[in-house]
């Protein structure tokens, strides 16, 4: 396969990846859990959810022909408590990410090293794509994290759970070495595990 081509399909899957892992860990939270944080100089995770959505639209609306901070983006209002409800609070979700991955839809082998940019800094397809991506990864390992320390001990894992290592370890080793792609099996076995 072409390098461009294997990178394009990589960071489409570690996106979804993000994406799958942040909302099993919001699906395992009641609603008000969402809006509570650890002190008044912390984000809640509604918070964040906001914050990614704002960010989204800003960097991925026209990213290839636009600059990827917009003129109408708020992003100090994306850091105050949303007044909306977790119903509210996911349909942005969803709304940012679809913004996303429409964007990846314009992303070829032919336009990886266009030079786009974000607060008049120029940077090439593949490098805004890596930014985007550690930012949101960055973020979702906050709201993992905090969902975790809500749930306590009716947290379920959404990686090798705790003193399970060797167990995994025996599995993996006990199969025909393969290439594949590790994200293909996180996201079977959330969709196998129902969460």
């Known amino acids: 396969m072409d390098m461009a081509v294997a990178y394009i399909e990589s960071i489409k899957k570690q996106f979804w990846y993000y994406k799958t892992i942040a909302e099993n860990a919001?699906?395992?939270?009641?609603e008000k859990q969402l809006f509570c944080?650890?002190?008044?100089?912390?984000?809640?995770?509604?918070?964040?959810?906001?914050?990614?959505?704002?960010?989204?639209?800003s960097r991925w609306t026209d990213f290839l022909?636009?600059?990827g901070e917009k003129e109408w983006r708020n992003r100090d209002a994306e850091f105050e408590n949303p007044a909306v409800n977790k119903k509210e609070l996911m349909m942005r979700w969803e709304a940012g990410w679809a913004c996303l991955f429409n964007?990846?839809?314009?992303?070829?082998?032919d336009n990886l090293n266009t030079i786009i940019y974000i607060r008049n800094e120029g940077h090439t397809v593949i490098e805004a794509l890596n930014r985007q991506l550690a930012h949101y990864s960055y973020h979702i390992g906050q709201l993992v994290y905090a969902a975790k320390q809500i749930?306590?001990?009716?947290?379920?894992?959404?990686s090798i759970p705790k003193n399970k290592s060797a167990e995994y370890n025996t599995e993996k080793f006990a199969e025909e070495k393969q290439q594949r792609n590790f994200i293909d099996e996180a996201l079977n076995k959330f969709r196998e595990r129902g969460i």
């Open 26 to 30: 919001i699906d395992q939270l009641e």
């Open 103 to 109: 964007a990846l839809e314009e992303v070829t082998p």
């Open 37 to 57: 944080a650890a002190n008044d100089d912390s984000n809640n995770m509604a918070v964040i959810i906001n914050h990614l959505y704002g960010n989204m639209l």
């Open 151 to 158: 749930k306590a001990t009716a947290w379920e894992s959404l």
């Open 65 to 67: 022909t636009t600059d």
